[in-house]
């Protein structure tokens, strides 16, 4: 079974500073990992993905994640945060050899002015 | 415009009324699924399908029933709506054959209140 944490229910951090948000999982075989946004009232919006190669993957509105695989970890950054960043991000993981995508919990950032 | 579309974005309805929400996309896409979204379990998938007449169940598919007649279409049913069926619904699709491609696009979600 694959399975996804985000250790955390909510992140604070204030305009302009870095921001991270944590992400671990488990999964048979090689994963392919993904970040998601939810802005309030609004459905999800596809940030970033992980298949196969660079570590570093960037995406949308500046973010990018590092997968690191002795860790299973896959955790999104933003070298300056903006008040705008404020949404619910989930991180969710797919086995290479399943179709279903599994979410974690999902992590409020709220970015302080 | 590729996108996912959910019908109706709002529902309030009462218990035992059988209900159906309709989600339709414009991409081809073999793979669709539901999913709700309840505060502090993060999105849970209810069922799912990989093609036409193909589908399975996900992780909290009791009280849901749904069908994949169509390509593009694929409606969730709640023949006897009950109020812990009260929910954020959001359907999805993908093609997760597709190189470089993988991601799944969301429907902008249907709030069901079951009274």
């Known amino acids: 079974a694959q399975s996804v944490a985000q250790p955390e229910d909510q992140v604070n951090v204030a305009e302009g500073n870095p921001l991270t948000v944590k992400c671990t999982y488990s999964?048979?075989?090689?994963?392919?990992l993904f970040w998601y946004v939810q802005y309030p009232n609004r459905g999800l919006q596809f940030l970033l993905k992980?298949?196969?190669?660079?570590?570093l993957v960037k995406g949308s509105y500046g973010f990018e994640a590092e997968f690191n695989k002795s860790q299973t970890s896959f955790h999104l950054k933003k070298p300056s945060a903006l008040v705008s960043d404020s949404a619910l991000y989930f991180c969710a993981v797919r086995g290479a050899g399943s179709y279903q995508l599994t979410f974690g919990k999902g992590t409020k950032l709220s970015v302080i002015p | 415009e590729a996108q996912v579309t959910q019908n109706p974005r709002y529902l309030i309805t009462v218990t035992g009324k059988k209900l159906t929400v309709t989600c339709s996309q414009n991409m081809n896409h073999e793979y669709m699924s539901w999913y709700r979204q309840d505060p502090g379990l993060g999105l849970r998938q209810i069922y799912y399908s990989m093609n036409v007449e193909v589908t399975d169940k996900g992780d909290v598919p009791e009280g849901y029933k749904v069908s994949r007649k169509e390509k593009r279409n694929f409606p969730l049913i709640l023949e006897s709506p009950s109020p812990n069926q009260t929910s954020l619904y959001f359907c999805a699709s993908s093609s997760p054959t597709q190189v470089g491609s993988y991601e799944q696009y969301f429907g902008p979600g249907t709030r069901l209140t079951v009274t």
């Open positions: 999964v048979s075989g090689n994963p392919y």
């Open positions: 992980y298949i196969t190669g660079d570590n």
